[in-house]
């Protein structure tokens, strides 16, 4: 009845380290949550692994936001990101519980014969059970700061996301241009080599004209090498074959006019960066490991446990046994170091980033106001200069002022114009994509529905140049073979 008592006492304690911990899925609800708050992203949590097989069709172009939600239920990162929760999250489980016991048998068999003499036990670490709290506790800061770290992962993509899709939206603007400006100088050169036989030009106007068409030929296959590369980059992050029939729209939205303050905005990266709250939760985790291991520096391997045992008499013996380690030559003072040294680098790492947080927000700011500037500077006045000067050249071209190369000209310098605004207004929101990753969330005016900046709709086709009956400017080099 007694060694029942003791057997039932026994596995109460060890039970008391099998406390429970909450499903994966509910644990990191929260992630989902921050996900959300920041990126303004529906995150389907745990993610589908059968996702990434299927091929889906996509018929319309892609918005920013379905790029998002695309990207969010195709891209492999996202079941790495879970899967790292899941290592934690199973850290975690074993922080709840103690080691299992340890039962031991022996025979020993005595040579002049006799009963065998037999010894059964069993153990469990007392060691386990007075840290179990600690623990715990522990664990439950480190899953947390995972939880951060991959929330950070997760709002991170979907930066990348924005600025790929920035990009390429903007590389294939200017592919479509070069494309148009490629074709018509190619007729441009044809015309003048028609001028050329003709008796019209010279053959030094020819060469120039030709070698613009050439040069407008590497421009377009540049442009389209861009554009390909824009593409595959967001493929991958998307999830998606780049040979697939998949596309996005073909224009970006203005920059709006507001301009953000910066002392505001540090302010809210300061609260708001999910990998700097990551460094600082790894501060306190190893703050508080830091205490333990100076407070339990002494204590070793304790284990208690119970014995049987039979002599060759026949005597029974049992009875509760106790193995203590004695802090004799190790005193955990290579312990207490190595946690000193860990938090001494934790803390260092999370005072880089705040600063380095601080100097991005900064800078961001500065590039984002720089990179609307230029976009203003193009379409208030770089633009309408180069479609007056058009006009005034095709005005000039009516009344056989100047030669039909004068007028292409001033068309070709416009085009490049258009070309300057589109890689500028790309530049805006890439600027403000960066700006919203230094500050970790959202910025003002995100949620604003704004109008669309011109695209190459606007400017496309070029209108044709009618050859003149005469071209009297141009007589003035004979023809030369």
């Known amino acids: 009845m007694m060694l029942s008592t003791r057997l039932v006492a026994l596995a109460a304690l060890l039970i008391m380290g099998g406390c429970a911990v909450a499903p994966l899925k509910e644990a990191s609800d929260g992630t989902v949550d921050r996900l959300q708050a920041r990126a303004a992203v529906t995150l389907a949590w745990p993610p589908e692994a059968e996702a990434a097989g299927d091929v889906p069709e996509i018929a319309e172009p892609l918005t920013l936001a379905a790029a998002l939600a695309t990207a969010f239920e195709r891209n492999p990162d996202i079941r790495r990101q879970y899967a790292k929760l899941g290592i934690a999250h199973g850290d975690l489980q074993d922080a709840a519980r103690i080691a299992n016991p340890t039962l031991s048998l022996a025979w020993l068999d005595p040579k002049g014969g006799g009963?065998?003499?037999?010894?059964?036990?069993?153990?469990?670490?007392?060691?386990?059970?007075?840290?179990?709290?600690?623990?715990?506790?522990?664990?439950?800061?480190?899953?947390?700061?995972?939880?951060?770290?991959?929330?950070?992962?997760?709002?991170?993509?979907?930066?990348?996301?924005?600025?790929?899709?920035?990009?390429?939206?903007?590389?294939?603007?200017?592919?479509?241009?070069?494309?148009?400006?490629?074709?018509?100088?190619?007729?441009?050169?044809?015309l003048a080599k028609r001028y050329f036989?003709?008796?019209?030009?010279?053959?030094?106007?020819?060469?120039?004209?030709?070698?613009?068409?050439?040069?407008?030929?590497?421009?377009?296959?540049?442009?389209?090498?861009?554009?390909?590369?824009?593409?595959?980059?967001?493929?991958?992050?998307?999830?998606?074959?780049?040979?697939?029939?998949?596309?996005?729209?073909?224009?970006?939205?203005?920059?709006?006019?507001?301009?953000?303050?910066?002392?505001?905005?540090?302010?809210?990266?300061?609260?708001?960066?999910?990998?700097?709250?990551?460094?600082?939760?790894?501060?306190?985790?190893?703050?508080?490991s830091l205490g333990v291991t100076r407070g339990w520096r002494l204590l070793g391997s304790v284990e208690a446990g119970y014995e049987w045992e039979r002599e060759t008499d026949g005597t029974k013996l049992r009875g509760p046994r106790l193995a203590l380690e004695l802090p004799?030559?190790?005193?955990?003072?290579?312990?207490?170091?190595?946690?000193?040294?860990?938090?001494?680098?934790?803390?260092?790492?999370?005072?880089?980033?705040?600063?380095?947080?601080?100097?991005?927000?900064a800078t961001g700011v500065d590039q984002l106001k720089l990179a609307r500037e230029v976009s203003e500077r193009y379409r208030l006045e770089w633009l309408p200069a180069a479609t007056s000067a058009v006009e005034r050249q095709q005005e000039r071209f009516n009344f056989m002022l100047v030669g039909a190369f004068d007028l292409i000209q001033a068309k070709r310098d416009q085009y490049d114009a258009w070309q300057g605004y589109f890689e500028a207004v790309r530049d805006y929101w890439i600027a403000?994509?960066?700006?919203?990753?230094?500050?970790?969330?959202?910025?003002?005016?995100?949620?604003?529905?704004?109008?669309?900046?011109?695209?190459?709709?606007?400017?496309?086709p070029a209108p044709a140049v009618d050859e003149p009956p005469a071209q009297p400017h141009e007589h003035h080099g004979e023809h030369q073979s």
């Open 432 to 460: 403000r994509s960066a700006l919203r990753a230094a500050t970790g969330g959202l910025l003002p005016g995100d949620t604003d529905t704004l109008p669309p900046a011109a695209g190459p709709g606007d400017v496309l």
């Open 115 to 190: 009963q065998d003499k037999t010894t059964q036990g069993i153990s469990a670490s007392f060691t386990d059970l007075l840290l179990l709290p600690t623990r715990r506790r522990l664990s439950g800061a480190e899953f947390r700061r995972v939880e951060l770290e991959v929330g950070n992962a997760l709002v991170t993509l979907a930066r990348e996301v924005e600025s790929t899709w920035y990009g390429y939206v903007g590389d294939q603007q200017v592919e479509t241009l070069r494309a148009a400006v490629a074709d018509a100088a190619r007729q441009e050169a044809n």
């Open 328 to 361: 004799i030559f190790n005193q955990g003072q290579g312990a207490v170091a190595r946690a000193e040294a860990r938090l001494l680098d934790a803390r260092a790492r999370a005072d880089a980033l705040a600063l380095a947080v601080g100097n991005e927000v």
């Open 197 to 288: 036989e003709a008796g019209n030009i010279t053959r030094l106007q020819l060469d120039r004209q030709v070698a613009v068409a050439a040069r407008a030929d590497i421009d377009a296959l540049r442009a389209r090498s861009d554009a390909a590369a824009s593409r595959a980059q967001f493929a991958n992050l998307l999830g998606l074959a780049a040979t697939g029939s998949w596309r996005t729209v073909d224009r970006l939205s203005a920059p709006p006019e507001s301009e953000l303050a910066a002392g505001t905005l540090a302010g809210n990266a300061l609260s708001q960066r999910l990998d700097l709250a990551s460094a600082r939760e790894e501060v306190a985790v190893l703050e508080d």
